[in-house]
């Protein structure tokens, strides 16, 4: 069974960084294209940043260019979201998926991921 789980989320403080790990289970992660994508009450779900199977390809929404920063290590099957410089409208559940690879560049499409976690929770406050 194919699995993914998040972690690191929590409560920081705005200007505030924070990196959330996705680890995969049950298929190796080198053969699929990862993204990240949240959630805020009464929004829908946008994509935030992927990273394509061989690492080489990157993209990230205008929200967060800058930022954040999406990076994976295929030795420990897991992917990673470093997330500088928060602000509270980053609040939401934030998810990671994967997409078998059909091409070498990943796309910000939550519709094209077929696996999911189950969500870590982000919340920026002071």
């Known amino acids: 069974q194919l699995q993914l789980a998040e972690s690191g989320g929590g409560l920081v403080q705005p200007g505030g960084s924070l990196t959330l790990s996705c680890a995969a289970s049950g298929f190796k992660l080198d053969y699929y294209h990862i993204g990240w994508f949240r959630q805020a009450p009464g929004k829908e779900r946008e994509g935030i940043s992927c990273i394509s199977s061989s690492g080489l390809d990157t993209k990230y929404a205008d929200s967060v260019k800058g930022r954040f920063t999406i990076s994976r290590d295929n030795v420990k099957n897991t992917a990673y979201l470093q997330m500088n410089s928060l602000k509270p409208e980053d609040t939401a559940v934030y998810y990671c998926?994967?997409?078998?690879?059909?091409?070498?560049?990943?796309?910000?499409?939550?519709?094209?991921?077929?696996?999911w976690g189950q969500g870590t929770q982000v919340t920026v406050s002071s």
């Open positions: 998926a994967a997409q078998l690879r059909l091409s070498n560049t990943c796309a910000l499409t939550p519709g094209i991921f077929t696996s």
